[in-house]
């Protein structure tokens, strides 16, 4: 178990629906990120957030959209849904060793969403 | 911008031998993280090893161990005496210095292990 909770684990929708996929991090980790791995591909950086703030972007659609809120849980939106966006959905959170005074530097994993657009 | 790559998309092994996968990694920084992590079917992401660009020895967690070259920017993962439950997506995956860099991890696009028994 890592620590990192995601739900839902599964959830299947129709095009051009919204759906919230939520993620809480490990007790006391600042940084969230969120990956999307397609079928039997990589994973894609999306987006960063620490502590509430947005520190990086990697190949996140117009049609998706995060926040982390005050208690450190984020959300990741995704609007307008389409085929191509089936896919396993990724939350990862991390220790900033400055916060800590440990530099292990990996992320740890929830066991992510599953999404598939029917 | 940090890339990883890894050259072989499947690799099998016979149950108890030892298999080895490669990874190479694109940095212009001299410090920084690299990991190997493994995917079951189950889908978790499972951290196996780390290895701080900034040591030398390299890294072992118990049958895992890396080979790890920072002049060739090479990151290789040797499994000795394979077992079934060893079968899964690995993948390579790269972090800038934890300061001031970029945070996120980069992965390369894995390489699927095969345990044969």
């Known amino acids: 178990d890592s620590g990192v909770t995601q739900t839902p684990k599964h959830l299947i929708t129709a095009t051009g629906q919204r759906v919230t996929l939520r993620c809480s991090p490990r007790?006391?980790?600042?940084?969230v990120y969120w990956y999307q791995q397609s079928l039997d591909q990589g994973l894609q950086f999306l987006i960063q957030y620490y502590n509430g703030e947005e520190r990086a972007k990697g190949n996140i659609l117009e049609r998706f959209s995060a926040q982390q809120f005050p208690d450190l849980h984020s959300e990741l939106n995704l609007s307008s849904l389409e085929l191509g966006d089936s896919a396993l959905y990724f939350c990862a959170s991390s220790t900033r060793p400055s916060e800590q005074g440990q530099i292990t530097g990996e992320l740890f994993f929830g066991e992510g969403s599953r999404l598939t657009v029917l | 911008a940090q890339t990883v790559t890894q050259s072989q998309p499947e690799m099998s092994v016979q149950e108890a031998e030892t298999v080895t996968l490669s990874c190479t990694y694109d940095?212009?920084?001299?410090?920084?993280?690299l990991f190997w992590y493994k995917q079951p079917p189950s889908r978790q992401m499972i951290l196996v090893i780390r290895?701080?660009?900034?040591?030398?020895q390299n890294a072992t967690e118990n049958r895992f161990s890396v080979n790890f070259q920072k002049a060739a920017k090479s990151f290789s993962l040797k499994i000795s005496d394979s077992q079934l439950g060893d079968a899964a997506m690995y993948f390579c995956a790269y972090r800038a210095p934890l300061l001031g860099g970029s945070e996120k991890l980069v992965f390369g696009k894995g390489t699927k292990l095969t345990v044969n028994p």
């Open positions: 007790s006391g980790d600042l940084s």
């Open positions: 940095t212009s920084e001299s410090d920084y993280y």
């Open positions: 290895q701080e660009a900034y040591k030398q």
